[in-house]
């Protein structure tokens, strides 16, 4: 999770690095994100599975069981449309 610089900085080491992280929350990152239908995709592929904490929990077995709460509650907190939104009207 990143918000602002450390947004950026943690674009930067899961590009280093493939196992740094499986996802990411970015908050208000400082970066650019290719604009094409491949990235808009991948960005709203995160709501494609419906999280909860039982299955956040079992995917992420080392996380901290409140990690998986506060994820499975955030994804509920947004949707795909507003992804999808925030990338098409973001080309810059």
């Known amino acids: 999770m990143g918000h602002s610089l450390g947004g950026s900085t943690v674009m930067e080491c899961a590009a280093d690095d493939a196992g740094f992280a499986t996802q ?12 094409n239908s491949e990235t808009l995709v991948w960005i709203c592929s995160a709501f494609d599975v419906t999280d909860t904490e ?19 509650i955030a994804m509920t907190q947004s949707s795909r449309l507003v992804a999808e939104q925030t990338f098409l009207q973001n080309d810059s």
């Open 24 to 35: 990411l929350v970015l908050v208000d990152p400082g970066l650019s994100i290719p604009f």
């Open 54 to 72: 039982e299955s956040v929990a079992a995917a992420h077995p080392g996380w901290h069981r409140q990690d998986a709460y506060f994820k499975a």
